[in-house]
């Protein structure tokens, strides 16, 4: 019954900034890896970055100067920093974090950059 619960997502203007948090709805454990995805409607969801629990990070590389994924202490709550956002950072974002080998989401969470 454990869930995944994102916030942050909203409306922007180009060049601004949102930060989404992503925790789980009951403390289940310390998450091997945790990661951010988005979709847009019609597109397939792609990853955005991850973070290890050894704090090793990957980013696309059309974020990678703009997001910052980072993680709490306690290794159960997932962050992004999204800086200097455009409007084709519009889309669904979604978290996606493993215990183990056990993967769980997201419900999503809009974020939407206008012009």
């Known amino acids: 019954q454990v869930q995944l619960v994102e916030s942050g997502g909203g409306l922007v203007q180009a060049g601004g900034s949102l930060r989404l948090t992503c925790a789980p709805s009951?403390?289940?454990?310390?998450?091997?890896?945790m990661a951010w995805h988005r979709q847009v409607p019609g597109a397939q969801r792609e990853l955005v970055a991850r973070?290890?629990?050894?704090?090793?990070?990957q980013y696309l590389d059309s974020v990678k100067d703009r997001f910052t994924i980072s993680k709490n202490r306690l290794g159960n709550t997932v962050y992004l920093q999204m800086n200097s956002l455009k409007p084709d950072d519009t889309a669904v974002y979604y978290c996606?974090?493993?215990?183990?080998?056990?993967?769980?989401w997201g419900q999503g969470t809009q974020v939407t950059v206008s012009s």
């Open positions: 973070i290890t629990a050894g704090g090793e990070t």
């Open positions: 009951r403390n289940i454990g310390v998450f091997k890896v």
């Open positions: 996606n974090s493993f215990l183990g080998n056990v993967g769980y």
